[in-house]
């Protein structure tokens, strides 16, 4: 267990040091009027570079990573992060420029948002892309509101999103964030959307339905262009959520199948590395009659000159300052360049044939409620488990002491002690039958030895944390 | 090029395990008019040509390597401790997802809870939250937890704010029926006189950025004070670097303070690797969006670290969540953490005095230049100050371009009404020979 900085704080101990002043120091107090000075000194740690250095190198080794362990959470796809992408975001001339900078200093910057832009086009079949959004869950707010916007373009009041049961919870977030009311919908028990039931919720009021394709269980939904043609005959919009794309690329794309708009994770789908959470990138994609509502800018190019444009009047505005997350989006185009066309059909063929193998071995020892095919992931039940007491929490901690990052549990909602895998295509064989072989030595244990479960993690640097105390009693900073 | 491994042997072992023949077989159910028969993209690269496209592409930007930069609003160029790099390079950082297993994400769970507890330092307000992603979206995020934290409807915004986030709050609020009205300025100032005008008992916050868009510190006490009492929340925005010696926002009456981290030892990235910071009073603690790292024990009574207050979050609430953030800015909030960690509060003060300092030479220097005047006449800036020019605009930013200095920001392009005003900005990452050299080139133009 690692001390906290505060408690590795020794006076007058000190990492950085400031440079020499060059001109005259300026007492703060003889410059700037009192009142708007800091009286109480903030208390930041004093710690000697060393030992800073110590502090958080351990830190990191208190982390399960991709780098150090396989990352099997479903929905997240953590597939590998290559090193050149993180490499390439950091060239000088990319990462030390100003977002303010006049174009003609830009020109390398906007041909990689341009292209960019192209690419992701080609690859969900959408015609305009905005690179802008910082993350998935901001795709969907701007998409939805570009929904809006199209709809009070057109005079027509629409109020309502509809949200599959089985959606990610920033589905139905991210609707209410843009004022819409949520209409939920009831999915079968296999995930699927029964158009029947869709036709009965799409009254004409609905702006648009927000779909998962594959959906959260996993699974390609058969009927999409059944559930397309009844939303469009409704005059609604078909919204696509993006984050299972890994199981599509170069096999279909959303376009295609009807969507209207998009957004894509690139931090998972293009394999962009996500630090604890975060940076990530979810540009939105729409089909040209929405191109005008995108956020501003866009990248556009006139006689090889490309350049920033901000006349869009009937954009919604920004999302987010500047460009959106640049170096996100550079590791997504070195990713996409570096698959081609071939490598990135390759990769969701790899994906859906690792995660149908893993079900192959696991479906039959524990429920599969979506049956024995899936795409890239799947979700297993461990309703049997509680036979013995034991929940799903208690499998997935003890994973954790076989050295892997427990797979995604508890979602989607309507599968009961839901345990969700997705492999990735960068995962060989190897790994996928080792981590089977010790699945299924749990699920013994389970039977055998329930305790062990219940008792896990035991090989990690905490065991067992109590959350109900960390939120009834909330200790949130030293 | 691309990352996968696998033999013919293993796929044929694969494909009888699964009970298929080929790949093809597991997309059968995928209608064929939603196919794809190729995609048409060029062929992959190998890591060679992909390294060399890249250094060409890079090579057709200036990069701020390249030039000594004058430029900030909202962007700024500061020097970057390497033990930065070093720690957030840290593969087990790097490519580590939002720690929803706690046990195995100690590393990342404490770095977070380590930046809480610096960020609620620095703002001396209560509670901190993990991040957002970036300073804009975080603003208007914390003016909805306002208008839900009030139930009032009506917004008063400073001027003075970047443009930006001015443009972002707006954004995220058009889908709710929200008044905003501007606070027009006084000098370079948020002008308290309207301010006391304009505001009414429907206000659900105030939000003031200090240092302003211009540069100029605003006296937040005073505008808490001129509003009181009534049910409202005042909003700061600030440069966390200007606070080693500015008022906290804490003590000065915020409620809630946000602002960009970049400035935290995140490279200037075109305006891409930021973080938004967020912190609050106790009350508004629930309120508050995004994830939120909290401490507790494990079955051995050690001290550990796990997400927490989650019943505000979209996973459990959807359609109520206080927020839609999952994916937020973690990475580049760790660089803020080791940034905020290194200089102990003595050397962040001398720090910000130095930003101080080296912007006020500047500032003295142009200003005693024919034809370049200071727009304003309270100085009461931190590290960005507005001068006016007699000179033609274009020639001197194009004559400083010549001499590899990028230059001040022209107002006329956010602000009309300010024609021949630059904003220019000094950091403790320009030397005095680099404000002399600017200086020079002034003179002559
Ligand atoms: C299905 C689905 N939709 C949306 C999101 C939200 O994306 P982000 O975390 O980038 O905001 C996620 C990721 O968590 C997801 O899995």
Request: aromatic share 8%; hydrophobic share 40%; with cysteine.
């Amino acid at each position: 267990m690692e001390k906290l900085l505060k408690e590795i704080s020794v006076d007058g101990y000190k990492a950085y040091s400031v440079p020499e002043a060059d001109v005259p120091i300026k007492d703060p107090g003889k410059i700037l009027e009192d009142k708007l000075l800091r009286k109480k000194q903030p208390g930041l740690p004093e710690i000697s570079e060393a030992e800073l250095n110590r502090h958080f190198t351990r830190l990191s080794k208190e982390n399960y990573a991709l780098s150090t362990n396989f990352y099997p959470l479903g929905s997240c796809t953590m597939k590998y992060n290559p090193p050149v992408n993180e490499k390439i975001s950091k060239l000088s001339g990319l990462a030390n420029l100003h977002p303010y900078q006049s174009e003609d200093t830009l020109q390398g910057a906007l041909e990689i948002l341009f292209e960019l832009e192209k690419n992701l086009c080609e690859i969900t079949g959408m015609d305009a892309f905005s690179l802008q959004p910082a993350a998935g869950a901001q795709g969907e707010f701007t998409g939805l509101l570009i929904a809006r916007a199209y709809f009070n373009s057109k005079k027509e009041k629409r109020t309502k999103i509809i949200v599959p049961d089985s959606a990610h919870g920033t589905n139905p977030a991210s609707a209410a964030l843009a004022g819409f009311e949520i209409v939920s919908l009831k999915s079968e028990s296999n995930g699927i959307l029964n158009p029947a039931k869709v036709k009965e919720v799409l009254t004409n009021d609905v702006a648009a339905i927000m779909l998962t394709v594959p959906n959260t269980l996993g699974v390609f939904e058969k009927d999409i262009l059944a559930v397309e043609e009844a939303v469009h005959k409704n005059g609604s919009l078909m919204y696509y959520d993006g984050a299972n794309l890994n199981a599509l690329l170069g096999v279909s794309r959303p376009g295609n199948m009807g969507f209207d708009i998009l957004h894509v994770n690139l931090h998972k789908t293009f394999s962009t590395p996500h630090g604890g959470g975060g940076p990530g990138a979810g540009p939105v994609g729409v089909k040209k009659f929405l191109a005008d509502f995108l956020p501003y800018p866009s990248v556009k190019k006139s006689s090889e000159k490309y350049f920033l444009n901000y006349n869009m009047p009937k954009s919604i505005g920004r999302v987010r300052s500047f460009y959106g997350n640049f170096p996100v989006l550079v590791k997504a185009y070195a990713y996409i360049l570096a698959s081609g066309a071939e490598g990135l059909k390759r990769v969701s063929e790899q994906a859906v044939i690792n995660a149908n193998y893993l079900l192959s071995i696991l479906g039959k020892k524990l429920n599969s409620p979506a049956g024995n095919r899936c795409m890239h992931e799947f979700v297993l039940s461990g309703k049997d488990l509680t036979l013995n007491g034991v929940r799903t929490l208690d499998l997935a901690k003890r994973l954790l002491d076989y050295g892997y990052y427990a797979p995604t549990i508890y979602f989607p909602l309507i599968v009961e002690e839901a345990i969700m895998i997705e492999p990735t295509e960068t995962e060989t064989k190897a790994a996928l039958d080792e981590f089977a072989q010790t699945f299924i030595k749990i699920l013994e244990e389970a039977k055998t030895d329930p305790e062990k479960l219940k008792n896990s993690p035991q090989n990690t640097p905490v065991t067992r944390l109590n959350e109900v105390e960390a939120a009834r009693k909330p200790i949130l900073h030293w | 090029m691309d990352y996968i491994s696998i033999n013919d042997q293993e796929k044929k072992e694969m494909f009888s395990s699964i009970g298929v023949s080929k790949a093809e077989d597991l997309f059968s159910v995928i209608p064929e008019k939603a196919k794809v028969k190729g995609l048409n993209l060029p062929k992959g690269l190998s890591e060679q040509e992909l390294v060399s496209k890249f250094e060409i592409l890079a090579g057709k930007n200036i990069s701020l390597k390249q030039m000594k930069s004058f430029r900030g609003a909202g962007i700024y160029e500061h020097f970057i401790p390497s033990l930065v790099d070093e720690i957030t390079g840290r593969s087990e950082f790097l490519t580590a997802y939002t720690p929803y297993q706690a046990e195995a994400s100690q590393g990342t769970l404490q770095t977070i809870f380590e930046y809480q507890s610096l960020i609620t330092q620095l703002t001396g307000l209560d509670v901190a939250n993990a991040s957002m992603y970036d300073g804009a979206s975080a603003l208007a995020e914390a003016a909805l937890v306002s208008i839900r934290s009030t139930g009032k409807k009506k917004l008063l915004v400073s001027s003075a704010l970047h443009p930006e986030y001015f443009q972002v709050l707006k954004t995220y609020l058009q889908g709710l029926a929200i008044d905003i009205k501007t606070i027009p300025l006084d000098g370079g100032n948020t002008s308290t006189k309207d301010l006391k005008n304009l505001f009414d008992p429907d206000t659900a916050s105030v939000i003031i950025q200090s240092p302003n868009f211009f540069g100029q510190i605003e006296d937040l006490e005073e505008i808490k004070k001129l509003c009181e009492p009534a049910g409202f929340l005042l909003i700061s925005v600030v440069n966390p670097i200007s606070l080693g010696i500015l008022k906290s926002p804490g003590e000065a009456g915020s409620d809630i303070c946000v602002g960009e981290g970049q400035v935290l030892g995140n490279p200037s990235g075109m305006g891409g690797f930021t973080f938004g910071f967020m912190s609050c009073k106790q009350s508004l603690a629930w309120k508050m969006p995004g994830r939120i790292v909290g401490q507790t024990t494990d079955t051995k009574g050690r001290r550990g670290f796990v997400l927490t207050l989650q019943s505000r979050e979209q996973h459990i609430r959807r359609e109520k969540a206080t927020s839609n953030i999952c994916t937020n800015s973690a990475l580049n909030a760790l660089a803020g953490c080791v940034y905020l960690s290194g200089w102990g509060p003595e050397g962040f003060k001398k720090l910000s005095t130095l930003n101080l300092s080296k912007s006020r030479y500047a500032f003295e220097e142009i200003i005693k230049i024919k034809g370049f005047s200071a727009a304003f006449s309270n100085h009461n800036f931190f590290n960005e100050f507005v001068i006016k020019t007699t000179k033609d605009v274009n020639k001197l930013q194009s004559k400083l371009l010549d001499e590899k200095i990028l230059g001040p920001l022209e107002l006329e392009k956010f602000f009309p009404e300010f024609k021949n005003c630059l904003l220019f900005c000094v950091t403790e990452a320009r030397t005095k020979k680099d404000i002399d050299k600017l200086v020079d080139i002034l003179k002559e133009c």
